[in-house]
């Protein structure tokens, strides 16, 4: 039999608390790394390269061609 548990003190004020818990009900409701929004910004840069309008560098989104 184990004992009742106990929660560590934390120095979280108020609102603190109330910004983890959202985010933790968000990221139960859906644990994927990106938003909705960030997962369709990312498939039309893929889109986009897949055209060949993006260059291919780390770090760099410049769009090709309309010179």
Known sequence: M???Q???ATSFTPDQHRA???LR???EQDC???SRRERAHLHFLR???NLGRLESTPGNTEL???E
């Open 47 to 49: 889109w986009m390269y």
């Open 2 to 4: 184990t004992g009742p």
């Open 64 to 66: 090709r061609g309309g």
């Open 25 to 27: 009900i968000r990221y």
């Open 6 to 8: 106990q929660t560590p």
């Open 32 to 34: 994927d790394q990106f």
């Open 20 to 22: 983890l818990r959202e």
